[in-house]
């Protein structure tokens, strides 16, 4: 008879116990992600005591009462804005995938090819990757469920760093960047800073079941000009047809998930891509070349 008892104990348990997993899965707050400079190493200058002191409050709202988190917050971030001071332009990179602090090959000579265009108006810049995603299982999970969701909740923290940026430097001018999952992210920022004339974004290949409102600050590209983007068309056919004879022969590098080497013809953006060069250049001189 006990057996029995620990038996139905055991079924009925089992599924509570995947409920409150997934439940925890689905709604567990996500933690802000972090601004990190790209070859720019000057370290924390003098900053005003009310900047800080602001600095602090923003820490306090993403991670309450968690002193150490705070405290490596608000370093990071002075960090960030005591190299932006003196620039014209803060550039902040999103990549695709699960957003951690890597920058492709491909989006890399984007970037060369921005700062390279904004020097050549006569403008300073500062670039940093938005790193959304830590390492860890549990981080990953919580990364496919926010770009499932068109990120509910990872776009604010973001869009709260920019604000203060632009509102404790005055002359500064934003230039939200992102490809794939992270133009999602860029977008969504954008929405929320829609009204803050300092904010710029530029986007590639946004996955096709993403059809967020444009500004137009914003520059949305889709297609690189050779070959049409399979993710943001939507053609799943073409993308399965090819990875048909790659992934089960495929080993992913070790740390990595297997679905990130997944191949998606025509989702790659590089400077020299006809529909990329000309249309970054054309934005940029049209929002910024006669200053």
């Not at 509570?16 to 996500?30: G, N």
């Not at 992270?182 to 803050?196: P, Y």
Request: net charge negative.
């Amino acid at each position: 008879m006990r057996g029995k008892v620990l038996t139905v104990s055991i079924i009925l348990a089992a599924p509570i116990a995947i409920c409150c997993v997934f439940s925890w899965l689905l709604f567990s707050p996500c933690p802000p992600g972090e601004l990190s400079i790209v070859n720019d190493t000057q370290g924390v200058i003098d900053v005003p005591e009310d900047v800080r002191e602001d600095a602090n409050n923003l820490a306090v709202e993403f991670f309450g009462n968690n002193p150490a988190a705070c405290q490596r917050f608000v370093d990071n971030f002075l960090e960030v804005y005591s190299a932006a001071e003196d620039r014209d332009f803060l550039l902040i990179f999103n990549s695709g995938g699960f957003g951690r602090k890597t920058i492709g090959p491909e989006w890399g000579t984007v970037l060369d090819g921005i700062e390279g265009e904004l020097e050549s108006l006569g403008y300073t810049t500062l670039l940093v990757v938005y790193v959304r995603t830590f390492d860890g299982l549990l981080d990953s999970i919580k990364e496919i469920r926010e770009q499932s969701f068109f990120y509910p909740s990872k776009a604010k923290p973001l869009a709260s760093q920019i604000d203060f940026l632009t509102e404790h430097i005055e002359s500064i001018r934003v230039i939200v960047m992102g490809e794939s999952g992270g133009g999602i992210l860029a977008n969504e920022v954008m929405e929320i800073l829609e009204v803050d004339p300092q904010v710029y974004s530029i986007q590639t290949g946004i996955p096709f079941l993403y059809h967020g409102a444009v500004s137009d600050r914003s520059l949305v590209i889709n297609d690189n000009g050779i070959t049409p983007d399979t993710v943001s068309t939507g053609d799943l056919w073409a993308i399965f047809r090819a990875n048909l004879g790659r992934l089960p022969t495929h080993r992913p590098e070790e740390g990595h998930l297997f679905f990130e080497y997944v191949r998606a013809p025509g989702h790659i953006y590089t400077w020299d891509h006809p529909g990329v060069r000309t249309q970054i250049t054309s934005f940029l001189e049209s929002n910024f070349g006669s200053d």
